[in-house]
């Protein structure tokens, strides 16, 4: 397969997730989970500022980029023309959440165009909420490095995730106050013979 790297990402993603299908937390990513495709993959985290920047950079990618691209914005990967396009899918990826799936080439030298893909997964920190994107880049076939860089996009896909909404709280009963079909209880001694019910035994004969 031609992508076989991003599937096992995918399938490793999976693995994780919680039994409700809420990303799974970043705490549990083990990079030996993904040791044949490490070299394809990568982090991303949304910084103080709300960007994302990169945390790890799998060794192929940063070869085809012909320089380590640590610390830079995932962005980055991407020509400047459709940047912009490849960030609101990031977002979204975070805040809907979602899975998203790009569609990219890049020209050799020769100006042939190289199919390659890119699968974006969220995960959550410690708090639950999405602030991690773990990520995986394929090329159809392996180029000459350095590649031509950046890649063109020429498809972007989001898939929300199935996440249930958080159950109501439980609405306060008021108290029943009409009268319901028990006869009204007799007070102590209302059926003693007169003269005694204001003693506390009797004689029965």
């Not at 809420?22 to 709300?50: K, S, T, W």
């Not at 610390?71 to 023309?81: K, S, Y």
């Amino acid at each position: 397969m031609r992508f076989s790297g991003l599937s096992e990402i995918r399938a490793y993603w999976e693995a994780l997730r919680s039994p409700d299908g809420a990303p799974p937390p970043r705490a549990a990513f083990d990079p030996r989970g993904i040791e044949r495709a490490l070299p394809q993959a990568f982090l991303a985290v949304r910084g103080a500022n709300g960007g994302l920047g990169l945390r790890v950079v799998g060794q192929a990618i940063c070869a085809m980029a012909g320089r380590d691209l640590r610390d830079d914005a995932p962005g980055a990967l991407i020509c400047l023309r459709d940047r912009a396009a490849f960030e609101g899918v990031l977002n979204a990826v975070l805040t809907d959440p979602a899975t998203g799936e790009t569609e990219l080439e890049f020209r050799t030298a020769s100006g042939a165009a190289v199919p390659a893909r890119m699968v974006l997964l969220p995960m959550a920190d410690d708090q639950g909420r999405p602030e991690y994107v773990l990520g995986g880049l394929a090329m159809a076939q392996t180029p000459a490095l350095p590649a031509p860089w950046p890649l063109a996009v020429l498809s972007m896909r989001l898939t929300r995730l199935a996440v249930p909404e958080p159950e109501p709280a439980p609405r306060r009963m008021a108290p029943l106050i009409a009268p319901g079909m028990a006869e009204a209880a007799a007070g102590y001694g209302a059926d003693l013979p007169d003269g005694a019910r204001h003693q506390h035994l009797w004689v029965v004969k």
